[in-house]
């Protein structure tokens, strides 16, 4: 009974095994051949994380032909972030420093932003505070925007305190030129080309942003940067000298119902094929090129952002080891124990079973010795008395059976061999000539 038993368990955890494998490759080759169409919200055309957003478009493509990626052209962090909370588009590049929405998941850091303020050189501005009731070319919408205020309000300024020109980048950017904005503020990687446009014009000048660490304490996305002399021009150089400023990371974001396998090849492009993504992106541009060695995994801590989309974590995962191999002293020792309890509760099953075993061969040798019994004895009483012991020894067996002291098994060994005796009982009860003989039933009844 044991071995049957043992052996459905077998065959059962053999099938749920192979059903377990099946299904795994199943998903696994359904998540491969499954055309994917994802929208990346990805800025304005000239930014540096469009054009990185288009040459991951072409890596994907090339590496995962099931998965298209469509680059979405947007106004900024602001308005990619509500895209994405909306559900109407699975990836977006933002400033790491904008708030975003409780669908958004973090897939990997893709560069630093750097804060840069451009003013006429002949206004004499030499800081934020001297902002105070100017121009600033900047749009009133966008991350760009809520960074300046988060600026302005540490140094004790609101957005009443100034004048916003522009309703886009290039908007402001012409106003600066044309002198109708006396500053131009831009959340951009240093060496952006449409900042060299203008600091080459050779009437503006970088105006420091100090305090980084102080303004980290409020916000903690933000970061000390520095835009390195000779950053835009290195004769003269321009800035002068490496310039104080605040730094944020451009972050690549998903949505939380995008695809994982999706994310997962994404977040493995970005990571694994960055020499790909380089040569994928215009040669006019080489400093979005160099941006690539600033791609890392998200490093934020928990609890303080948007937490990481679960197809990034499992590609960030993939070198970890699997839980056996982590925890191989702790497996080999439950495996031992397991392996120590079995053997003991084999041993003791064995012990029980021989013991039922023993037991029902004892009460089967009595049956044996009352045969011998019978077939010696002549008189009605001594067979009367044997009758006697005969039932007594099959109520003491059947109360053996209840208590599980013996098995069915003997059980039905003993029962064949005291019918054996019965019958013969039975049969000298009628052949006995001084004896008259005795019905059956009458002796069940007994």
Request: charged fraction near 25%.
């Amino acid at each position: 009974m044991f071995e049957f038993i043992r052996s459905k368990l077998i065959v059962v955890l053999l099938t749920v095994i192979s059903v377990a494998v099946a299904t795994w490759w199943f998903l696994d080759w359904r998540g491969r051949t499954r055309v994917y169409n994802v929208t990346l919200a990805a800025g304005s055309r000239t930014g540096e994380s469009y054009l990185l957003g288009q040459a991951l478009k072409a890596v994907v493509a090339r590496h995962r032909p099931n998965i298209r990626i469509d680059v979405l052209e947007t106004g900024g962090t602001a308005e990619s972030l509500a895209l994405l909370e909306s559900g109407k588009v699975a990836l977006a590049a933002a400033q790491a420093d904008v708030p975003v929405g409780s669908a958004a998941r973090l897939i990997a850091v893709l560069y630093l932003d750097t804060f840069q303020l451009l003013v006429h050189k002949e206004l004499g501005i030499r800081s934020i505070v001297d902002l105070r009731g100017r121009r600033v070319g900047l749009p009133k919408a966008g991350g760009q925007y809520q960074s300046f205020l988060v600026v302005a309000e540490h140094f004790g300024m609101t957005a009443a305190d100034y004048q916003f020109v522009g309703g886009n980048d290039e908007e402001a950017d012409r106003a600066f030129l044309s002198n109708r904005a006396d500053a131009v503020f831009r959340v951009r990687a240093v060496g952006n080309p449409a900042i060299a446009s203008l600091v080459r014009t050779g009437d503006a000048e970088f105006v420091p942003i100090p305090q980084a660490q102080a303004m980290q304490i409020r916000l903690a996305a933000f970061t000390p940067a520095v835009i390195p002399q000779g950053a835009y021009l290195g004769a003269p150089p321009i800035p002068a000298a490496d310039l104080e400023s605040v730094g944020v990371h451009r972050t690549l974001l998903a949505h939380r119902d995008a695809s994982d396998d999706v994310v997962r090849a994404v977040t493995e492009v970005l990571i694994e094929e960055r020499q790909e993504l380089a040569d994928a992106i215009p040669g006019d541009r080489p400093e979005v090129r160099s941006l690539l060695a600033g791609v890392k995994p998200p490093d934020t801590p928990r609890g303080l952002g948007p937490p990481v989309h679960d197809g990034a974590q499992a590609y960030y995962d993939r070198d970890k080891p699997a839980f056996v191999e982590e925890y191989a002293d702790f497996v080999a020792l439950s495996l031992t124990v397991l392996l120590l309890l079995g053997s003991w509760m084999w041993e003791l099953r064995r012990w029980v079973v021989q013991g039922q075993k023993d037991r029902a061969d004892d009460y089967t040798h009595e049956v044996i010795l009352l045969i011998t019994r019978i077939q010696e004895t002549a008189g009605a009483a001594e067979r009367e008395a044997i009758r006697r012991e005969l039932l007594k020894l099959l109520n003491d067996v059947v109360w053996a059976l209840d208590q599980e002291r013996i098995s069915e098994d003997s059980f039905q060994s003993f029962r064949v061999v005291w019918q054996i005796a019965f019958d013969l009982l039975r049969e000298h009860d009628r052949t006995s000539t001084s004896d008259a003989p005795r019905p059956a039933l009458a002796f069940a009844r007994e």
